[in-house]
């Protein structure tokens, strides 16, 4: 068990009842959608095998390697492949836009010029051998896409028709983000540009699909259109929507932002909320979304305060426990897996900011905990795509309990989300074997009785007799 101060920190992060949508780099921005009853009892979209059981790896590029390049990215790729990561995601590499910019490097997601690498980054030469290198290490790789809006000083701004407009008549801001344009999806001229610009991107360098920022604020019918033809040059691409719209999950994305469950989480350990909230959360998204629906688990990233600083260091294990058993793929963002924790999000985000890797040396723990979560959430279809059962515990205040079940295989997970000790017990029988963790040390009492010190988390794994 880690042992280190609780975070006193209440910072309020609201939990929408709704579905949310992202903005561009700078934090969630929610606004309610309204819910189609009817999509819950279709079936989402069916996604590649390496994409159910992946782990996912988020890398700001500018901030990832001493030189802030692609090279540098290549340079720790068997890192990664060591950490168990099979997906790479690169945040944009295209220029970023220098008029009206934010900060003193601008934001990545005021993009320039989508059919150019920034040349801080690197060369096209670059780009293609941090394919080829990541793919060599049986990896995927996809990059972010800002499909909703551009830089001011975009090489689009040649099509002026290419651009929404104000009741003034000129080109808007969508929402505050003064820093970018808003592209019109009325016209059809844009439509094709972007999709060409995608199938581009497949094409030219062999890419595995696309993170795509604010999702939730471009058309719907365009990403089911863009989807198709990109098929058709590569079959078993992804596409991860930066959003939580269930219509999106049908045909257009493989994946979606699990917003509402790391809003819980926030919820749960910075605020006070009882534990249930998680299960609370969980099943009102099972009602919403389509049946299989794969989501972004995920407890840090760019637009958030690092999980170290919203959780504490122990808090941030904890929600990392969950994040990897429950279902869907989860993320791990950009030295996460040392504890590093360098502010990302705005205003950071246009700032020049590195990882500080040595942090590693204050947490070796922490590397090992991913790498062990990483390879049991791949190696296991219990927990990746398998039956969630909620089990009644007795401190529902503080502790979450759950099975994960695929058959004959079988998890009981039990996850502490505060700073009070738990000494009791849990709704479940059977013969179980715990799972060791570098982060915690096995008990001696069996099943159901469990103790959990502050932030602590186990797993056990069904004997079968």
Known sequence: MLCFPAMKSRLFVALACCIFAASPGTGNQSH??????????LDARHSPDWLKSGTVYQVFVRSFS??????????????????????????????????????????????????????????????????QETHKRQMKIIIDIVANHTAWDSVMMAHPDFYRKGKDGQITSPYDWTDV?????????????MTDMLLHWIKEFD???????????????????????????????????????????????DMDYAWPMMHAVDDVVMN???????????????????????????SDDHDEFRAVTRYGFPGAIAASVLMFTLDGAPLIYNGMEVGDSTQSRAPALFEPQKIFWQAGEWHPEYSKFYSEMDTLHHEH?????????????????????????????????????????????????????????????????????????????????????
Not at 217 to 237: C, S, Y
């Open 272 to 298: 006070g909320n009882p534990a249930t909230e998680i299960r609370e959360t969980f099943e009102q998204q099972q009602k919403l979304f389509p049946k299989g629906a794969l989501h972004l688990r995920m």
């Open 181 to 193: 344009a808003a592209l019109d999806y009325t016209n059809p001229k844009l439509r094709r540009y």
């Open 32 to 41: 309610a959608q309204t819910a189609d009853p009817n999509i819950a009892s």
């Open 381 to 465: 279809t219990a927990l990746q795509q398998g039956a969630t059962i909620w089990l009644h515990n007795s401190d529902e205040q503080h502790i979450v309990t759950y099975l994960r079940r695929s058959g004959a295989e079988e998890f009981l997970v039990a996850v502490n989300l505060s700073s009070t000790p738990f000494r009791g017990s849990v709704e479940a029988s059977g013969n179980w074997k715990e799972i060791e963790l570098p982060v915690s040390k096995p008990e001696s009492v069996a099943v159901p009785f469990i103790s959990l010190n502050a932030f602590e988390a186990r797993i056990f794994q069904r004997q079968v007799q």
């Open 66 to 131: 001493p030189a802030g390049d692609l090279n540098g990215v290549t340079a720790r790729l068997d890192d990664l492949k060591k950490l168990g990561v099979n997906i790479v995601w690169l945040m944009p590499i295209h220029p970023d836009g220098q008029l009206k910019k934010k900060g003193s490097l601008g934001s990545p997601y005021a993009v320039r010029d989508y059919y150019a690498i920034d040349p801080a980054l690197g060369t096209k030469d670059d780009m293609h051998r941090l394919v």
């Open 207 to 253: 890419l595995d699909g696309f993170r795509c920022d604010a999702a939730g604020e471009v058309p719907t019918d365009f990403w089911e259109q863009a989807r198709r033809e990109l098929e058709q040059a590569k079959p078993d691409l992804m596409m991860l929507a930066e959003a939580s719209k269930p219509e999106l999950l049908r045909s257009a994305f």
